[in-house]
């Protein structure tokens, strides 16, 4: 009959699958079910198993085959991410203490068995040297996709940490493995980072932090170096003669694919052109040299921006999950539906099945053909009883948020146990045993002795309440140490780490509650062995009862102390102080876990600014409709209404409107938007029309998406003075343990050497030995690592995310805290950061004869048409204006003429015969030039040459001049535009003139750009200055009293500039910086030399202790600010490195902060906001600190003498909790920080 049965098909996801040995195991282990399944088929790099069967096998018969074998099956929501319920649930179905206790170490070395990539990375290296090459035959199995020999960046969400101990138990327990190279972990965000050599390692890393006591979960593995967001490219187009056939277009394209920058070419033949996306738009002149190196001719060459790159085509991967499928035939349609689209979309998950209901898919979105619209909508019409949904794996966070929540239920549900048991035991334990009259009924009664020996009611009632509380709600500390010692001692661990490094909290509370249940139950033996005395008279025990209650009370009450009357069963115990030290260490844990949670906000607040609809404006019938944000495509049109925000980030097409980027840039001021304009993901229209914006970018590569990737890096990243908090809690358990055993030695010694007077053994049973030990617990529970390390990472955290608010992206962590907090130096680049930067303008220009104006400006715009330079925007931009006018109506130009009689000019052959009437100096009032119109022709430029720091020089042919010079056609001028260091090494000579002129522009801060020419044929004449041009950048307002307010900081400010000396001067005067601090003439190389200058030979501010991470500030601490990208090396060579207005370019800049804002009032909001944060730090250190150096020699017992005071282990593990939520309430107050407001 089983042959009849009809065959079915499932697809199994098993999270282990690293090789081909385990593909080979797979089907071993499911061929050997019965009945056989007809085909099994494995996928490594997807980690499934697809297994066409009978209907007599079930599913779960073979998820239980691959968990007997080792491999680590998971069903289809939990592959999708779905694993908020099961770690929801696991707060209330984790197995109690000791029966939790059993690890996953059986499956594991089940499974290396199979596996050849486990067996290998786990198996000594001797004996790998012992083995053969021909002892085991080699074998050959087909993959689908080999795993690339690369690095991998495997990121988890770990639950159950609480402070720097736990971090660097997970730090030492994962660097143990072969093939990790580096391994961070956030204890605040609940989630770890490691790179490691091959994949299947992020496996390993995520088995070794489970084994020691904490929840991980990998979350994403990544290829190290996977590029976050495409990068720009430029379209450059160059006309190539010489092409006669195929031939000729196949010898060009593969001569361009040997150039990297070359992402693409396409030489087209017909029309004598090539066309090349580049990465690099300064690589024309390479692009030449290789068309006529391979015997070409290269013509005109032009470059633009490839605006198609922002639209890139990618492949997009959804998971949609389908609901409604009642029948066999319901998958089949949708499978066939599917297929339908060819190759167009890719299917990962394999065929649907009433089961198997996951879709997960690629594609590459192709409006409006292929969409993810269309497709579900194609899918819909199947049926109506068809339901589709997305379906979003957590990301980091939300599985973080999601362990984090679980680990608060679960210790809330232990909590509350503690406090319904924590309840009679007072009751009992406290009031009517020590409270109540000896003459109360209710105190002999619970006193009376019951079952063994003299052991009281309410002693066996506190002992069953005490066992109930260490086992089932204690269990969450004694399951973590007991796991971290087997860590600790396992093979390979060094023998000093065992004795100096070990342990956390969890291993100091499990000691204190351990030590006093296991002493209160051989105390409890004790007294069940002894035999109960006669009892006494009621009389005699009034009168004893008035004498006891006339005596004053012991300070310490927690214990269960008694006189020695022989009659009553009350004895000596800390089962009272079990519950009531796990109760108060539960309440501490559960508010430090809900005090923690709410510094990790900053992330999730910018998550929550993308919206979750979009009007989609239909292409043909300009109709709106609002769809999920999920169903945007890149290239869609959005119609964007006021008090909405952009679903991504695009570029407006039409209309105006104001949008406020408070969110991003941390300005509240609204920002006008037109036609061409960036508009960004996480912005909201404030006002003005509606509007209609392209999408650019899908989810994932938005600036907001950067933001938030750079928020996350910066908080992974630690401060140099975490390691001090590092040092401490490595060595605190070892100390603590070591005082404890000393406490209870020395008062042992005292105690049995006579050295205490009698009065102090207030216990009836034990002796000294037993008085001694609740010292030692106090000193084992008060104790408190968490506040130590807790208080750099709460603050940092906090920072970070107060930072973020406020347009601050800290992408250099803690550390880039720290550096700011120190700053001695702050370096300026001078254009776009103490100016405004954009296109500066051209303010005034100079000819050497009004008839030269249009052949000047011709050449300039030639030239400069090559060239990405802001001054040649410029010129351009000068050129265009001056374009067709009949005259300088311009009236934001002055135009000045050198004073000429009516003559012939000879300019290097070239033949001007001028009337020029108008005489004019140049410091002279601006009056109207003569009648000459300006017409820009075609591009008449050759041979271009671009050089760095200096200017261009071209050939340019002179006929578009001619009908003015009176040359002939087939002369060529030899033409240079640049400053005037690249005039001087071309020969070029001012006039006095033209140098008065030009020294009277560079002392108003303004740019001057030279042009000179000469005839080709006469190279061994000089050039010929025949235009000067002089470009102003505006300063921004604020930069004066900016440069004010770091001064009295006691701050130095400096500037760098690649301007002229006169010019950088200039504008540092205007600005208060004074001119010995101006360096100028560098080029952009240079910069970072003249940083690492500054580090070794400025002043310092100040000087910083221990807590400052630097044990002697050898040198000063220096700031560069600059525009992010062309200053990238200073911006790295600095120690504090801040891009100021980089917006989109944040993923390229090589700042430690990166300003979203262009007011350089940020500056000083970043510095407030460093010394607040770090001075926040050092003041948690202080505190944490302070405690413990008070509270454990209180704890130890050196205040006992005065009055019998000590401090009884459930008060210590009260004063332990509130220690450490102390300091992340502490750090928590930062968030009270509101940033100055600078009035300029």
Not at 1028 to 1048: M, S, T
Request: with cysteine.
């Amino acid at each position: 009959m089983e042959d009849n049965l009809a065959l079915v098909s499932d697809v199994v996801y098993v999270r282990n699958i690293h090789c081909a040995s385990c593909v080979r195991a797979i089907s071993s282990i499911l061929y050997s079910l019965s009945p056989p399944p007809s085909k099994v088929e494995t996928s490594v790099t997807d980690k499934t198993v697809r297994v066409t069967h009978s209907e007599g096998v079930t599913r779960e018969a073979i998820r239980s085959a691959l968990k007997h074998g080792g491999f680590e099956p998971v069903s289809s929501a939990e592959h999708a991410g779905a694993t908020d319920m099961s770690l929801a649930s696991a707060a209330f179905s984790s197995k109690p203490f000791p029966f939790n206790l059993a690890p996953n170490w059986y499956r594991r070395r089940h499974h290396r068995k199979y596996c050849d990539a486990c067996h290998s990375d786990h198996e000594p290296l001797f004996r790998r040297e012992k083995k053969g090459t021909d002892s085991v035959p080699m074998t050959t199995v087909a993959s689908e996709q080999p795993e690339p020999s690369t690095e991998f960046l495997a990121l988890y969400s770990v639950g159950g940490m609480t402070c720097a101990s736990c971090s660097n138990a997970i730090t030492a327990a994962v660097k143990d493995i072969p093939g990790v190279l580096d391994i961070s972990v956030d204890v605040l965000g609940n989630s770890a980072r490691a790179v490691v050599a091959r994949q299947n390692l992020a496996d390993e890393v995520k088995d070794a932090i489970d084994d020691i006591g904490y929840e991980c979960e990998l979350v994403e593995i990544l290829p190290v170096g996977r590029p976050s967001s495409e990068q720009q490219t430029w379209k450059v187009t160059a006309s190539i003669g010489g092409m006669t056939c195929a031939s000729c277009v196949s010898a060009l394209s593969e001569a361009f694919k040997q150039l990297d920058f070359v992402l693409e070419t396409n030489i087209t033949l017909l029309t004598n052109s090539g066309t090349f996306i580049v990465n690099d738009p300064n690589k024309l002149d390479v692009i030449r040299d290789t068309i006529e190196d391979i015997g070409y001719e290269c013509g005109d060459i032009s470059v633009v921006e490839d605006r198609s790159s922002v639209l890139k085509k990618r492949s997009r991967t959804v998971m949609i999950r389908v609901d409604g499928m009642f029948c066999e035939q319901c998958p089949r349609r949708i499978n066939e539906a599917l297929q339908e689209y060819g190759e167009s979309v890719e299917i990962h998950s394999g065929p649907v099945t009433i089961d198997n209901n996951v879709i997960r898919l690629s594609y590459i979105p192709s409006i409006p053909s292929v969409t993810l619209r269309g497709i579900i909508k194609d899918l819909s019409s199947l049926s109506s009883q068809f339901t589709f949904t997305i379906i979003h794996p957590p990301t980091l966070e939300e599985r973080a948020q999601q362990i984090a929540l679980s680990e608060r239920r679960r210790i809330a549900f232990r909590m509350v146990l503690s406090i319904v048991v924590a309840i009679p035991t007072f009751i009992i334990g406290i009031v009517m045993m020590m409270l109540l009259p000896k003459s109360s009924y209710l105190n002999q009664y619970v006193m009376e002795p019951m079952w063994a020996g003299r052991v009281g009611r309410g002693i066996w009632a506190v002992f069953f309440m005490s066992t109930v509380v260490y086992f089932f709600a204690a269990d969450i500390f004694h399951v973590k140490a007991i796991k971290e010692i087997r860590s600790l001692w396992r093979p390979g661990v060094p023998f000093s780490r065992r004795l100096f490094r070990f342990g956390s909290m969890n291993l100091l509370m499990s000691l204190g509650t351990t030590v006093a249940y296991f002493a209160s139950i051989a105390l409890l033996a004790l007294e069940a062995a002894s035999k109960p005395a006669m009892p006494i008279s009621t009389e005699d025990l009034s009168s004893s009862s008035e004498s006891m209650d006339s005596m004053p009370m012991a300070a310490d009450n927690s214990s269960t102390v008694t006189d020695s009357m022989d009659s009553e069963g009350y004895s000596t115990t800390y089962f009272d102080s079990v519950v009531f030290l796990t109760m108060f260490l539960l309440v501490g844990r559960l508010l430090e876990a809900y005090s923690k949670s709410k510094t990790a906000s900053a992330i999730s607040l910018l998550t929550n600014l993308r919206p979750r609809t979009a009007l989609l404006v239909d292409s043909v019938t300009d109709k709106t409709e609002e769809v999920g944000i999920d169903f945007i495509e890149a290239g869609d049109t959005i119609r964007v209404l006021s008090g909405m925000s952009p679903p991504a980030d695009g570029v407006v097409m039409s209309g105006t409107a104001d949008f406020n980027e408070a969110a991003l840039t941390g300005e509240s001021l609204p920002v006008e938007k037109h036609p061409g304009d960036k508009l960004f993901a996480g912005t909201s229209h404030s006002g003005g029309g509606a509007i209609t914006m392209m999408v650019e970018s899908a989810e994932g590569d938005s600036m907001l998406d950067q933001i938030t990737n750079v928020v996350r890096q910066g908080q992974m990243k630690r401060a140099p003075i975490e390691r001090v908090a590092d040092l401490l809690t490595g060595y605190f358990v070892p100390t603590v343990t070591l005082i404890a055993i000393l406490t209870f030695v020395i008062w042992l010694g005292l105690g049995e050497g006579g050295a205490l007077p009698d009065s102090y053994l207030d216990i009836d049973i034990g002796g000294w030995p037993v008085w001694s030990l609740e010292f030692a617990i106090s000193v084992f529970v008060v104790a408190c690592p968490c506040g130590i390390g807790l208080a750099a990472p709460t603050a940092l955290f906090v920072g970070t995310g107060i930072a973020a608010k406020y347009g601050i992206l800290p992408r250099g962590g803690g550390e880039a805290f720290q550096e700011g907090a120190q700053v001695d130096v702050v370096v300026f680049d001078k254009t776009g950061t103490l100016t405004e930067g954009g296109a500066p303008k051209i303010t005034d220009t100079m000819y050497l004869l009004e008839e030269c104006k249009p052949v000047a400006i011709q050449i300039a715009r030639d030239l400069e048409l090559n060239s990405t330079h802001p001054l040649a925007k410029a010129i351009l931009d000068y050129a265009e204006r001056e374009n067709g006018l009949t005259d300088s109506s311009d009236e934001s130009v002055s135009t000045n003429t050198l004073e000429s009689e009516v003559e012939k000019v000879e300019l290097d052959g070239l033949t001007v015969e001028a009337d020029v009437s108008l005489r004019q100096k140049p410091t002279l009032p601006r009056v109207k030039t003569a009648n000459y119109r300006v017409h820009l022709g075609p591009v008449k430029v050759d041979d271009i040459t671009e050089i760095a720091g200096r200017g261009l020089k071209g050939r340019v042919g002179s006929s578009s001049a001619s009908s003015v010079t009176g040359t002939r056609d087939d002369d060529i001028v030899e033409a240079i535009i640049g400053n005037e260091k690249w005039m001087a090494e071309n020969g070029a000579l001012l006039t006095d003139d033209e140098s008065e002129s030009m020294r009277s522009w560079k002392e108003q801060g303004k740019s001057v750009i030279l042009l000179a020419v000469r005839r080709s044929t006469d190279e061994e004449k000089k050039f010929t200055v025949i235009a000067l041009f002089a470009a102003a950048d505006p300063l921004r307002p604020e930069a004066k009293y900016v440069i004010e307010q770091l001064h009295k900081r006691n701050i130095q400010t400096w500037m760098i500039s690649g301007d002229n000396e006169v010019t950088a001067k200039a504008v540092a005067r205007q600005v208060g910086i004074d001119a010995d601090h101006v360096i100028a003439g560098v080029l952009p190389q240079e910069k970072a030399e003249k940083v690492s200058w500054l580090q070794k030979t400025a002043s310092v501010g100040r000087r910083n202790g221990l807590l400052s991470g630097r044990y002697k500030k050898e040198r000063s601490v220096v700031a560069m600010v600059g525009d992010g990208i062309n200053d990238a090396p200073p911006l790295s060579t600095a120690d504090v490195g801040i891009a100021i207005g980089s917006g989109s370019d944040i993923a390229l800049s090589s700042a430690k902060f990166v300003l979203m804002s262009s007011q350089l009032t940020q500056i000083l909001t970043l510095l407030d906001i460093s010394r607040l944060v770090f001075r926040r730090v050092k003041f948690n250190f202080f505190w944490a600190g302070v405690y413990n150096l008070i509270g454990v020699p209180i704890a130890a017992g050196v205040i006992y003498p005065a009055n019998h005071a000590r401090l009884a282990p459930a008060w210590a593990s009260l004063a332990m909790a509130l220690s450490s939520v102390s300091v992340v309430c502490s750090s928590l107050a930062l968030k009270l920080y509101r940033p100055k407001k600078y009035k300029f």
